[in-house]
């Protein structure tokens, strides 16, 4: 499980489990010292991680201070659990999007001065790739057909001085027809673009994290295992 606060990626994982190669730059075990502010320095892991840990780091990331974290990656000692927890402290938002394939580009917005994904909060009664689906279609005026699920990310934000936490299901999909492609201003979309890799790439770098993450795992996952 991945959770996006401030757009600093935390990893969720299970007590046996270890983050990826080169992810980490430091290591605390929180069975031994406090988890403080000033130890959150680039990709962190810590470990031992328990519910008053966890708040603590929740405290931090969520404050307006600049911080010098880049990532971190949390054990906890009982993960279901700790996602239960997480779920009970914020009001949770389903949405759903997609990653669109035109040959070799992919349709990015543009959007409250960043690049973007074409995304939505589900209706009642409707399914993700349902809400996927009809998303894409209104903020971008095209026809797509729905692929396969890519992966599913967590964001955090307030609303009216309410926690509320994004829940979103992403699905690669490619274009029918888009010969009436253009942005949803009622939604704020400034620009619809079709890039290729190089383009997607620079394009990132005034994105979210959260849509950095769905662009590597569909790189890493749909690309080398087209079939899973």
């Known amino acids: ?3 996006f606060i401030n757009d600093i990626p935390v990893r969720i994982l299970k007590a046996d489990e270890q983050p990826g190669e080169g992810r980490v730059n430091h290591i605390i075990d929180a069975a031994q010292e406090p988890v403080t502010q000033a130890k959150l320095i680039y990709h962190v892991w810590i470990q031992n991680v328990g519910e008053q840990e966890l708040n603590t780091l929740l405290n931090f990331l969520d404050a307006k201070v600049p911080t010098s ?5 949390v054990s906890v000692k009982d993960y279901d659990i ?3 927890y997480l779920r ?3 009001k949770v938002v389903k949405a759903a999007g997609g990653l669109v ?3 070799d580009k992919f349709l990015m917005i543009y959007r409250l001065k960043k690049w973007d994904l074409p995304k939505g909060k589900r209706e009642k009664d409707e399914t993700s790739k349902q809400a996927a689906v009809r998303e894409v279609e209104e903020e971008c005026n095209v026809t797509v057909k729905l692929g396969q699920k890519i992966c599913t990310t967590w964001h955090t934000y307030t609303m009216n001085k309410r926690a509320m936490i994004k829940k979103t299901r992403w699905y ?3 274009v029918v027809d888009d010969t009436r492609m253009r942005p949803q201003p009622t939604e704020d979309i400034e620009e619809t673009r079709w890039m290729n890799r190089k383009e997607v790439y620079h394009a990132l770098e005034h994105s979210y994290k959260s849509i950095n993450y769905v662009f590597e795992q569909y790189y890493e996952v749909m690309e080398i295992n087209p079939a899973k």
Do not use: A, E
Request: aromatic share 4%.
């Open 82 to 84: 700790t996602k239960q």
């Open 1 to 3: 499980m991945i959770i």
């Open 172 to 174: 690669v999909m490619d």
């Open 69 to 73: 974290v880049l990532s971190i990656s």
């Open 101 to 103: 394939r035109k040959k």
């Open 88 to 90: 009970s402290k914020f």
